[in-house]
Structures are given as C-alpha cells and as structure tokens.
C-alpha cells in the first residue's frame, strides 16, 4: 500500500517488504505485488493521510453539480505525479533487492473506477471531454464524431473516464517497467455479464468488458486487464471469462469469490489456459466477505485446495498444452436447462462430463447435493489425453458418428507428475471405465490413451450420458 511505501512524504519505507521477499523465499514461493495506490476499489483509503486530506492538491472527483465525489480525480497531474513516485521507488527496491525475482508480476492499482458517478465533471476534466478524442483510440474503436459526446453517444462518459483511469495506470507501468519489466496487469471490478447497466451502478472507467478495448489503446504497456469474478452463476462467469480470454489478453483470474461453489470455477479457467486463478480472502483471520464469498472461508478452503494439489506437480505440462490451444474445462451446471452434465468439443472427439452419477451402471446424471464437480482435459498428443477433476463422470466418444468404427479407451493410467515426467501408479480397467471415467472427491490425474478398430459400434464407450 502507498500509505505503507511512503507514511510522510518523501520519506520512504521498505520494511513491510524487507520481511515479505525473505518469507516467500523461505516458503519457496513466488509472489505478484498489487499496487495499492490512488485506487482501491475505486476508493483512496490505500493513500498515505498527506494524499486524503490534502483535497486541493489532490482533487477528487467533482460531479455535474459541482458537488465533490468520493473517488480520487484521474485527471490530476499531482496525483498521478506523486503516485508514480512511490511506485517508482516500489520498483527500484525490486530491481535492486529482487535479483531472484521472487516477485514475478505487479498488478497496478485495485477495482480502479469510480461508484456512483460515470465520470469527473471538474473543470481540467470537461475541457478535456469537450475536446478531441486521442487519434490512438479511434484507431482502435469505432469513433462516430471527434469530440467524445460525439464518438461514443450515451458510452461517452464511461469511455472518457476509463481513458482518463488508463492514462494514469499507463504512466505507471511504463516508468516501472523502464527499472524493472515484470508483467503488469490491471483488474476490474465487474459489470453485468449480459446486458448494459446505467455506468454509475458498477465501477465506471476500471477494466470492465465492454472498455477493453479503451484500455488497449491507453495503456499498451499493461500485459493484460483481469476479471474479479463474484457470479455464483456459472453462465455468467464463463461470459466473463470468454470476454477476457482474447489474443491480446492473456486470461487471469486474480479474484474468485472463496465460498465452496466457487472452487468448480478452477475448471473452465485453466481449461480456458489461464495464468492465474485466486480465491479471494483465503485468510485465517475470522474475517468473511459474506455474501459475495463464504460465510466461514474454513468450509470452502479444502475444495480449492484439492486443485491446487492435483495440478501443483504439473503446471508446466498444462502451461505447454495450454499454449498450444490443447486444454479444456467445465464445471458443474446449477440451472436445469443444464440437466446436469456439459459437453467438450475436442475436435476428432467429444466428450460428456456428467455430475452426480452412481458409480457403477447406466443412471442418468443428477447432480451432487452441492455443485462441486468440475473437469479438465489437456491433450498431451494425437489421442493421448489428461483427465482431471472431482465429482463426475467422463465418456468419450467420436464428435462424428462412425458407421464403421467403434472407440474405444485403449489404455486408462493413473498417476503424477515428477520433475515433467509421467509417473505410473495403477491402471484403470473393468469395473473402474465399464461406465464411464469417475472422478471422486479425491485428487485423481488420469492418462487416456483412445484408439478405435474397424467394425460396426453397438456399444458406446462408458455411459454417453
């Protein structure tokens, strides 16, 4: 936090850091820093008291009105002068006491954007609203006039103060990469995933789906912009998702609400290749975020950490495959439209992931008494695949019927990951794959090996449902 960095100005304090970096390193552990600065869930509690009280020097927001606002003003030159200061000497301590790079990437700024106003109406923001739309902008969207009102109609406002939040942000990342270039990134906090809401009900000029593109242009240094995810409905979290998983946006995850329906959500994110994925508040502190996370964090806390387990041995195997374009992932459906099971198109295959099955026989999925199956597959080479996840069932079958050949799962492993080498532990046959791939609630990572012979099928592999 800035007020951490710098209590008194110009006078700089790196203690909190001078125990982190050496913890991390104890616990073999690296960490991404998040900047705590001039936005902090759009507010400036994070700022030193020299920044909140000092309102002339550092204006907040001013509405159309006249009336102050809450958020600081992203059209401030001082404040944007004395919060790279800090973040510069944030970076300079990295460059000169991270040799390790124990840190590996630095996220600016928190949830930047401002509730409850659109946009800064002081007077330094309207002549620059009132003026022209930076060319490198329209470059990148569509403008329909050259003043802002005129480019973007009832989007303007939004879109002047997200260029405005950008700008600043760009600032940053440029003179901190200049001293040391870790990837840095900026979160959103998010609005509706369908539909457009009135830009004052969610955080107006932070990195929402529908401005990416307004943050593409005005902060080119930024690797990525990152959702923080709090939809309990799995549509709307794969909506979010589809929106951040872009070519020029690499997809990470930096919050995840914590309670236990969450944890599935692991599964379509790194089915999706994404670099990170962070429950929020995993702290044993008391503290709840109830109820956008869970009641007690000690509930939720073993279904994520099963993930992490099966995937910790093989994050490398699964960054390859993920680079490559060849991992999936789905998580278990709550609306009944769903019928409890998905469906993931592998190209040559397809493949039903089916939740709350018995374990043996034909039974249809009916879900398990709570929404905690998820899966995901990564193709490691042609017809060889890795399965993994809890609480389902998993059949494969050919994407297009076959009139003259019948699948079949040559060979079923399980077993782990050892230093990028696959190490056997026992194979799966007979009672184990007559119906189907069952994942249980325990950490299980499978080796699929498919093959088809020449003759009319009459029984699908496993349990098409």
């Known amino acids: 936090a800035w007020e951490q960095l710098e209590p008194a100005e110009g006078k700089f304090d790196f203690s909190w850091l001078d125990t982190l970096l050496p913890e991390a390193r104890k616990n073999n552990v690296r960490l991404v820093l998040l900047w705590f600065a001039t936005w902090k869930n759009t507010n400036l509690n994070y700022t030193p008291e020299w920044v909140k009280l000092d309102n002339q020097r550092f204006p907040r927001m001013i509405n159309a009105k006249g009336e102050t606002h809450y958020a600081l003003s ?15 000497k944030l970076m300079e301590y990295l460059r000169d006491r991270d ?51 005129a480019a973007f109609g009832k989007d303007a406002d939004e879109f002047f103060n997200a260029w405005s939040i950008a700008r600043h942000i760009e600032a940053l990342a440029v003179a901190g990469k200049a001293i040391k270039p870790l990837p840095m990134y900026a979160n959103a906090a998010l609005a509706a995933a369908f539909g ?13 789906h529908h401005v990416i593109d307004v943050y593409k242009a005005a902060a080119p240094t930024l690797d990525l912009v990152a959702p923080d995810i709090y939809a309990r409905d799995e549509k709307a979290v794969e909506a979010y998702l589809g929106y951040y998983d872009r070519p020029d946006n690499p997809l990470c995850v930096p919050e995840m609400g914590n309670d236990r329906e969450f944890a599935r959500f692991f599964y379509p994110v790194v089915g999706r290749g994404a670099i990170g994925f962070a429950p929020f508040g995993m702290d044993a ?72 099955h018995f374990q043996f026989g034909m039974d249809p999925p009916k879900g398990n008494p709570e929404p905690t199956g998820g899966v995901a597959i990564a193709e490691l080479a042609p017809d060889d695949y890795l399965v993994a996840g809890f609480d389902a069932r998993v059949n494969f079958a050919f994407a297009r019927p076959q009139s003259d050949r019948t699948l079949m799962m040559v060979r079923v492993e399980e077993g782990h990951f050892d230093n990028g080498e696959w190490v056997f532990e026992r194979v799966w ?30 029984v699908p592999v496993g349990n098409p449902n």
């Not at 457009?196 to 929402?208: E, I, K, L, M």
């Not at 046959?429 to 012979?453: A, E, H, I, M």
């Open 74 to 88: 992203p059209n401030s030159p001082a404040t944007l002068a004395a919060d790279k200061r800090a973040f510069i």
């Open 99 to 149: 040799p390790q790079h124990t840190v590996i990437m630095v996220q600016i700024q928190n949830e930047p954007g401002s509730y409850g106003l659109a946009r800064d109406h002081s007077p330094t923001a309207q002549r620059l609203f009132e003026g022209a739309v930076p060319a490198e902008l329209c470059r990148k969207v569509t403008c329909k006039g050259s003043t802002w009102g």
């Open 196 to 208: 457009r809401q009135d830009a004052a009900t969610y955080a107006s000029g932070g990195p929402v």
């Open 285 to 356: 502190t008391g503290y709840s975020n109830h109820p956008l996370g869970a009641a007690r964090v000690e509930d939720a806390l073993p279904l994520f950490a099963r993930s992490y387990q099966l995937f910790g041995p093989m994050q490398r195997i699964w960054a390859r495959a993920a680079l490559a374009g060849k991992t999936w992932g789905v998580a278990e459906p709550t609306s009944p439209e769903a019928g409890h099971k998905r469906e993931i198109d592998l190209g040559r295959y397809r493949v039903t992931v089916g939740f709350g």
């Open 429 to 458: 046959n007979g009672d184990q794959t007559d119906y189907g791939l069952n994942l249980t609630s325990q950490p299980t990572l499978l080796r699929v090996k498919l093959g088809s012979y020449r003759g009319k099928p009459v």
